[in-house]
């Protein structure tokens, strides 16, 4: 249906979506199948168990075929995809984020099978990963092969790879690979050091002035984890956490049965380049505290059970770790559309996804002049 703006697929703040516990991700939510395609200004609308929904991602993925960028669903957030193999679109993937080139990015693909043309010498470790958390929101850094090169890996000896577990998506790589196409770039669609988008709308909002009428944007809902993929660095003996997210640290300890580093107890000098793991990163507009009490006309994000002020504005009141995950991002964009210049954040307790809100919390309150 031409011209009408989709409904969102769900608030995610209801008690549809609330799923908790180990693979939450892997759990359909309401709807997660209808999904729209965005072109430029024009939105058409469309089920994904008509016709017309295969026909939506095969014009997705020939676009990507055509060198066009597709912006689209994943479990964790959205991503801005480019055939990783077309180094003029990957380079518009730069450009569309203002992203310094250098920041490497994560190759997409749809099965193992596609893992051995991107990645070398996988160590076992590495393979049982792969095993148990994929599809998931899960990045596993690995030696490169020929075919990944510098304009992907920032020049690195090294590949992130990732099989998202987002029905969408996974449509879309299969579709790609089945046109020919062995893997897609995809980085969080928002700009450089912002706040990464978790609905299509968010998408449209951050990218739509730089992104061109031949560009899509696949609309896939909210997404259900809500912050990045863990990413972990599978280039040493052991594995390391380069990045906190839904599979955690004691999650890869318990299921290969043996300790693992997380990149706070490795020395810097050792570390891979990964130029994104920034101190300052996850940022909205408005300052972001994690400690002090607000004010009047400040915004709070806290778990349900802490009252809100008198005066402040109640951005989120998650139940569980989970669904603060699921909708951190969206509070901190709701934040900056009411134009708020303080956010206060309860940090996250406990443990499991927490250590990932924290860390996304923490980069998000970087203050360079402290
Ligand atoms: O959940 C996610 O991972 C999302 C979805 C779209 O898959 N993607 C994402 O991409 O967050 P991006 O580019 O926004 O963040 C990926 C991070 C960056 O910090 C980048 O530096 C790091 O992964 N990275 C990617 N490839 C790497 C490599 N070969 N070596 C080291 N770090 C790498
Ligand atoms: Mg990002």
Redesign the pocket.
């Known amino acids: 249906m031409k011209g009408r703006r989709p409904r969102p697929l769900d608030d995610g703040d209801s008690g549809e979506i609330r799923v908790s516990g180990h693979l939450s991700w892997a759990k359909p939510i309401k709807n997660e199948r209808d999904f729209n395609l965005f072109q430029s200004a024009t939105i058409t609308s469309m089920s994904i168990s008509s016709n017309c929904t295969a026909s939506v991602i095969k014009t997705a993925a020939e676009s990507l075929i055509n060198g066009n960028l597709v912006a689209f669903p994943?479990e964790?957030?959205?991503?801005l995809g480019a055939d990783a193999n077309n180094k003029d679109a990957v380079s518009r993937v730069y450009t569309v984020k203002g992203r310094p080139v250098g920041?490497?990015?994560?190759v997409?693909i749809s099965s193992t099978e596609y893992l051995d043309k991107w990645a070398r010498e996988i160590p076992e470790y590495a393979i049982k990963l792969a095993k148990a958390f994929w599809p998931g929101?899960m990045?596993l850094?690995l030696p490169r092969t020929n075919l990944a090169k510098d304009f992907v890996?920032?020049g690195?000896d090294?590949?992130?790879i990732?099989i998202?577990s987002h029905t969408v998506a996974l449509e879309l790589l299969r579709e790609f690979e089945s046109q020919g196409g062995l893997g897609v770039a995809?980085?969080?669609?928002n700009r450089f050091g912002a706040v990464?988008p978790t609905s299509a709308n968010a998408v449209k909002n951050e990218l739509e002035s730089y992104l061109s009428d031949s560009d899509l944007i696949l609309d896939g809902g909210f997404c259900s984890v809500g912050v990045?993929?863990a990413?972990i660095?599978c280039t040493r003996d052991v594995p390391v956490i380069?990045?906190p997210?839904a599979i955690t640290k004691s999650m890869v300890e318990i299921f290969l049965d043996t300790s693992i580093y997380s990149m706070k107890s490795i020395n810097i000098n050792t570390q891979?380049?990964?130029?994104?793991?920034l101190e300052s990163h996850y940022s909205p507009n408005a300052s972001i505290f994690l400690s002090g009490i607000p004010g009047s006309g400040d915004g709070y994000i806290a778990i349900s059970d802490k009252p809100t002020p008198l005066g402040v504005i109640r951005l989120a009141s998650p139940i569980n770790n989970d669904e603060f995950a699921r909708i951190l991002y969206r509070a901190l964009r709701r934040a900056d559309e009411l134009g708020l210049e303080k956010v206060f954040v309860e940090p996250a307790i406990g443990d499991g996804i927490a250590d990932a809100i924290n860390d996304r919390l923490k980069k998000a309150s970087y203050d360079p002049s402290l």
């Open positions: 994943t964790t957030v959205y991503g920041h490497p990015l994560i997409h929101p990045t850094i890996t920032g690195q090294n590949v992130g990732r998202p995809a980085p969080s669609a990464s990045e993929s990413i660095d380069l990045r997210g891979i380049k990964s130029p994104g793991l």
